[in-house]
Each structure stands twice: as structure tokens, then as C-alpha cells.
């Protein structure tokens, strides 16, 4: 936070002069607190000022309406304030040395499988949180997607709501995207039986998902929603008239069939919809992070143990405990032996490749600077700690308050569905269904 002034604390309607230096002091401890949301790197130049009640309103302004000011009231939400539920600041407003965003939309999604861990958040979820400055920003938890797969309902609405809290603590912020669950957007569930009618069974039997995780002799038992699952995904990104989608690189062949579906559809049907492209980070940034006890294969919940996973809310010992016993190799220790070459030495290289994506850097310059396994370890370990701890916390208190989660929830599928109705209308129209 570069600076913060308190400008009119006693000019507060209703507020004896005492009450309103408790607020201008909460007020300072949330400006310190949300450092972690807005720093230099985000936000260049970022300042919060104690507007006054009565020039702001009271409540909160979107901030996404291509602003770069921000302004929230009194009864500021809690997830922003960090105060608690009910409690009562004055009117504060952030001003981002930013100009107006971008006219771009961006769109993207993960499922609801319990704790994200690393590999998600360095792959997808850092990205969001750094467009939702710079894009028109859609994001949202993918329920849908988490029916291909057998599973508990009761588990799925809770897992559902405990992403949506992740992605709060992680840094997105309902006043500069729009956050929402899948399922309350009914208009995902339409398009994609529109865009299945023009898909073909070749196409999608060449998912290469598809076809490792059925490699086995699973095809048989394999649901039609899984198989069809990338589509569902299209419709997704198709909605919203998406320019980019930030996803890890497990994700690039679906991005792939997205623009050959909207491609196809729109040289049928006219021009309906926006062809998007993968925003994925370049090698060497966190675009595949591997698992720890198995670098040729990427860190992911469906692997057999979680010894190679490290989970967002994983305490410091167990983040040191995993990364300590992460796969290296055989080379003895000495110059050379810590080098980038993913192929030859993957264990090495992903732990480079972990502190370049969580310290900046590149892989390659980084390894100069390490003789031995041991320092390395240590070096990525107390990045990924420190990393975390922030993130941590603000989970922990937005835990505690479900309803607001909700209530950010409910807001972003009012604001999801004014675009996808429109885009879906548009199809429907295009491929010549009696309008209602
Ligand atoms: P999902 O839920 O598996 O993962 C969410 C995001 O995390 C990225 N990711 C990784 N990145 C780097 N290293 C890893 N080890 C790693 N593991 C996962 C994923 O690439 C993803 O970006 N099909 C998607 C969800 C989805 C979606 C969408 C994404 C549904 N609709 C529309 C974008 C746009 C999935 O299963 O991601």
C-alpha cells in the first residue's frame, strides 16, 4: 500500500468524533491487511482514502464498471473489510494507478474437488486474480463438470461453496469480477446440447483426458458426460463471448476443440460467437506444475497419494515435510547438478520452476545460483509458505462467514446470466429455433 490519508472522519453523519477514530483506525489495519490484494505488483501506486458518507453513498460501488476507482461504503462486505460481519466504516475509496481495463473478456473455470492445491493455483487461479484488473473478468466453479464423475451430492454443494471461498482468499474480488457457480447459470446446460448437435464423437474420443483416463478398459463404464465434458467446457467459455481463458497447460487441447466448435458453428450458422484464445503462462512459469513424488506427471487430485500435492491450506512443517522429500535424482550434488532441463532431471526442474513461478525469475537464471538439492528445497518450501500464509488466513475468516460467499455468489450469477442469455438467444436464433 503506498499511502493512505484520512480525510474526513468527523464529517461522518451520526458519528460522535470518537467512534469515527476507531473506524479510521480499523479502517488502517484493513489497508494493511489488504496489502496482499493490492500490491505494487497488481497494482502500482494503490491508495485508499476515508472518503465521506455522504459523497460516496452509503454501501458499495462496483468497481468493475471499467473504473479504476473503487469505492465502498458503510457496511462494506466483510470479505473486503476484513471486519467483522456487521461493523460499521466509513467510506473508503481505492484508487489503482490503473486506467480503464481492457474491452476483453476473459473466462474461466475450475472444479469443486475440495482443496485447490499449487499447481492450480500457480497454473490458473494467480492469473485470474491479476486479470480481473486488466479484463472484463468471469470466473466460476464448474458443479457441472463434477458430475462426470461418480460423487456424493452432499459433498458437492459443500465443495462447491468452499472453492467459491478459495477463490475470494486467493484475491478475487466480486467488485472488480463477476464470480459464480455453473449450475446457476442455466444457459451452460442449453448451449451445450446446441454445440453437441454440431460436435462429432470422432473429435471428442480424441480428448487426450478422455482417453487416459478410460486407457484402461474404462470406456464402457465411462459416463456420456464425461465424454462429452470438453463441450460443456466450450459452451463455458462461448457464453460470455470470451477473449482469452487463463488455464494451465492440461486445458490446451480443450481450448483447441472450443475454437474449432465456435469456428465450425460460425461458418454454418453466422457469426455468433467470439473465437477465444489460451492464456497460458510460457514454459518454465507454473503453466504445468508436477507432482513432488512423481515429476513426470502433473500435480493432481486424482493422483494416488498427496505426498507430491502441496494443498493451499497445508501447514508450513507439512509444506517443508513434502518439498524436503520431493523426487531430485541421482547426480551427486556440485555445480551443474541443479540445471533446468525438464526431460533429464524433472524432479529438479519442477522445483525450479515452483520458486520462478512463485518468486519471479526464470528456471534456468535461477538454478545458477544453487550447488546443492537441500538449499533448493529449502529456498521453494519457505516461497510456497510465504505464499500462502496471507492466502491462508483470509480463508479462515471467509470460512466463517458462508453467507456472504453466497450472497457474492448469487449477485455474480444475476450479472453472468445478462450476458449468457443474450449470447444464448443468439444461437438458438442462428441455428433456427421458433423464438419463444
Ligand atoms: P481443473 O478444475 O482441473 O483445474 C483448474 C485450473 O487449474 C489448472 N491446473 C494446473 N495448472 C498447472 N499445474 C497443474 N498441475 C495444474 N492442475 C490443474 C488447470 O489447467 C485449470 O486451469 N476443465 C477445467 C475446468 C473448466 C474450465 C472451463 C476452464 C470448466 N470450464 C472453462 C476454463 C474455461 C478443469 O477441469 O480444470
Known amino acids: ?22 473506524a479510521a483506525q480499523q479502517l488502517r489495519a484493513w489497508a494493511a491487511r489488504c496489502a496482499g490484494f493490492f500490491t505494487q505488483e497488481t497494482n502500482p501506486g494503490a491508495r485508499v482514502h476515508i472518503g465521506r458518507g455522504g459523497r460516496f453513498g452509503h454501501g458499495y460501488r462496483r468497481g468493475r464498471a471499467r473504473s479504476p476507482v473503487v469505492t465502498a461504503g458503510y457496511n462494506a462486505p ?8 456487521r461493523a460499521r466504516v466509513p467510506c473508503f475509496v481505492v484508487t489503482t494507478a490503473k486506467t480503464a481495463k481492457s474491452t476483453k473478456t476473459v473466462l474461466s473455470g475450475i472444479q469443486p474437488t475440495g482443496e485447490p492445491h499449487l499447481g492450480n493455483y500457480l497454473g490458473a487461479l494467480r492469473w485470474w486474480v491479476d486479470f480481473q484488473d486488466r479484463y472484463d473478468a468471469f470466473y466460476c466453479v464448474v458443479d457441472l463438470h463434477a458430475l462426470t464423475v461418480p460423487g456424493d451430492p452432499e459433498v458437492l454443494s459443500k465443495a462447491t461453496l468452499t472453492m467459491a471461498t478459495f477463490l475470494l482468499a486467493c484475491g478475487l474480488d466480486p467488485e472488480r469480477c463477476t464470480l459464480f457457480v455453473q449450475s446457476h447459470v442455466h444457459e451452460h446446460a442449453e448451449l451445450t446440447w446446441l454445440l453437441e448437435c454440431s460436435a462429432s464423437m470422432g473429435e471428442l474420443a480424441r480428448m487426450t483426458q478422455f482417453k487416459d483416463k478410460t486407457s484402461k478398459g474404462g470406456e464402457e463404464a465411462a459416463r456420456l458426460g464425461f465424454f462429452a465434458y470438453p463441450v460443456l467446457m466450450a459452451a463455458d467459455i462461448l457464453l460470455y463471448n470470451a477473449d482469452l481463458v487463463p488455464v494451465g497447460d492440461d486445458q490446451r487441447q480443450h481450448l483447441e476443440l472450443t475454437r474449432d466448435l465456435a469456428q465450425r458453428w460460425n461458418t454454418r450458422y453466422g457469426e455468433t460467437f467470439t473465437i477465444p484464445e489460451a492464456a497460458i503462462a510460457p514454459a518454465g512459469g507454473g503453466a504445468r506444475i508436477m507432482d513432488l513424488q512423481d515429476p513426470v506427471h502433473k500435480m493432481s487430485k486424482s493422483s494416488g497419494s ?3 500435492l502441496i494443498f493451499l491450506l497445508d501447514d ?8 524436503k522429500r520431493a523426487v531430485t535424482d541421482l547426480d551427486p550434488p556440485g555445480p551443474g547438478a541443479v540445471r533446468w532441463d525438464p526431460k533429464g532431471k524433472p524432479g529438479v526442474s519442477n522445483l525450479l520452476e515452483l520458486l520462478a513461478a512463485l518468486k519471479g525469475g526464470k528456471p534456468a537464471e535461477i538454478a545458477a545460483g544453487y550447488e546443492s538439492y537441500g538449499r533448493l528445497k529449502a529456498d521453494a518450501a519457505e516461497a510456497a509458505i510465504e505464499t500462502l500464509r496471507p492466502l491462508q488466513d483470509r480463508y479462515r475468516e471467509l470460512a466463517q462467514e458462508p453467507a456472504s460467499v453466497r450472497a457474492v455468489l448469487a449477485e455474480g450469477a444475476v450479472r453472468a446470466s445478462e450476458v449468457a442469455s443474450r449470447t444464448l438467444e443468439r444461437a438458438q436464433a442462428a441455428i433456427g429455433l421458433l423464438p419463444f
Open 306 to 308: 498427496d505426498a507430491g
Open 1 to 22: 500500500m503506498a499511502a493512505f490519508a484520512c480525510t474526513c472522519p468527523n464529517e461522518q453523519a451520526g458519528c460522535t468524533t470518537a467512534e469515527c477514530d476507531q
Open 316 to 323: 508450513p512443517k507439512v509444506i517443508e515435510r513434502k518439498v
Open 78 to 85: 466483510s470479505y473486503w473489510t476484513g471486519l467483522a460481519p
